[in-house]
């Protein structure tokens, strides 16, 4: 904790002493730093969970910290952030959450995933749309006016349609695309890494989790792993958001507003819930968008997948939250 306080008390009395110079180059010297304390903890990580933002990574978080917190014999209040459970228990593993914004821009390699290459990386995706959706709620009542400056999201108050974020160049579906075909690009270069989807995280949450627990070197049974998904469905999260209970892991899970439900980090969890938003013709210009441009590899097409929505009678195992 000490530390992290400390590097950010660092970064900001830097660029207070960059002030006086033009955005631009401070805008490049906040990335510059941050992806410099990224390629730290990349190199000190025993696994990496790598994914774009809204795709389903807080859930995954939770399910881990509880998994973590049984196996390791952890408060349940703790949410894993790199090395704060190995720390408390140095069985438990350090591992670095990243959407990899920054990390180039400290190493240069923007053309390939090498600094990725030795590590062992678990990737998460999302269809891209749903992934859209969710950024522009991200960023119209939770993302700070700061963060959406350094990243490249619309100006903060922009008065943009969702049609046109959904489309935006930087942050919209087709940045989204651009960055999972990266991915795939180079993955034969990368070789320890597994793949695994938000959708299907929803259809079987406890196939994914033993998936990734095996994966990353801390097999559990098959009663801690359930429990660990029992934990994180998604009424339990909303209650652990509106509880404040990861209060001590920052605002990644607290509401921006608590009286607006879009504000919240746990907001609907909805795979192809995209279409709720849009008209006919703009759906159809959407899904052509993504047919034409997205890599087959990670087997997401024009159609949704199909999965129970939240509270379906028919799966038991529906209730599943996405952050």
């Given at each position: 904790m000490f530390q992290t306080v400390w590097k950010k008390l660092?970064?900001?009395?830097?660029?207070?002493?960059?002030?006086?110079?033009?955005?631009?180059?401070?805008?490049?010297?906040?990335?510059?730093?941050?992806?410099?304390v990224e390629a730290r903890k990349m190199?000190?990580?025993?696994?990496?969970?790598?994914?774009?933002?809204k795709s389903g990574r807080t859930w995954l978080r939770v399910m881990l910290s509880r998994f973590y917190q049984i196996k390791f014999g952890l408060?349940?209040?703790?949410?894993?952030?790199?090395?704060?459970?190995?720390?408390?228990?140095?069985?438990?593993?350090?591992v670095f959450f990243t959407h990899g914004n920054y990390l180039k821009d400290y190493t240069?390699?923007?053309?390939?995933?090498?600094?990725?290459?030795?590590k062992k990386i678990v990737l998460l995706?999302?269809?891209?749309?749903?992934?859209?959706?969710?950024?522009?709620?991200?960023?119209?009542?939770?993302?700070?006016?700061?963060k959406k400056a350094l990243n490249d999201y619309p100006e903060h108050g922009s008065d943009?349609?969702?049609?046109?974020?959904?489309?935006?160049?930087?942050?919209?579906?087709?940045?989204?695309?651009?960055?999972?075909?990266?991915?795939?690009?180079?993955?034969?270069?990368?070789?320890d890494i597994l793949i695994i989807r938000y959708e299907d995280m929803r259809a079987n949450p406890e196939a994914v989790l033993k998936q990734v627990?095996?994966?990353?070197?801390?097999?559990?049974?098959?009663?801690?792993?359930?429990?660990?998904?029992?934990?994180?469905r998604y009424e339990n999260m909303k209650k652990l958001e509106e509880k404040s209970v990861f209060r001590l892991a920052g605002g990644r899970m607290q509401p921006g507003d608590k009286n607006n439900p879009d504000s919240f980090k746990v907001r609907r969890a909805k795979v192809g819930g995209y279409r709720d938003y849009y008209t006919d013709e703009e759906v159809g210009q959407i899904?052509?968008?993504?047919?034409?441009?997205?890599?087959?590899?990670?087997?997401?097409?024009?159609?949704?997948?199909?999965?129970?929505?939240?509270?379906?009678?028919?799966d038991p195992d529906a209730n599943q939250a996405t952050a």
């Open positions: 660092s970064r900001h009395a830097v660029l207070s002493a960059v002030f006086f110079l033009p955005y631009e180059k401070r805008r490049k010297i906040e990335r510059w730093m941050r992806g410099r190199a000190d990580a025993d696994w990496v969970l790598v994914s774009w933002g408060p349940e209040g703790m949410l894993v952030g790199f090395d704060n459970m190995h720390r408390a228990n140095p069985q438990a593993p350090k240069g390699h923007e053309d390939d995933k090498r600094d990725f290459y030795n995706v999302r269809d891209p749309r749903d992934v859209a959706v969710s950024q522009f709620f991200q960023w119209k009542y939770r993302m700070r006016t700061r943009i349609s969702m049609f046109d974020f959904m489309m935006h160049p930087h942050q919209g579906m087709p940045r989204i695309i651009e960055y999972f075909n990266g991915w795939n690009a180079d993955v034969d270069n990368i070789g627990v095996d994966f990353t070197g801390t097999p559990g049974t098959d009663e801690q792993v359930a429990e660990a998904v029992e934990y994180a899904d052509a968008y993504m047919a034409e441009h997205l890599s087959p590899h990670f087997n997401y097409t024009s159609e949704p997948l199909v999965v129970p929505e939240l509270g379906s009678d028919s």
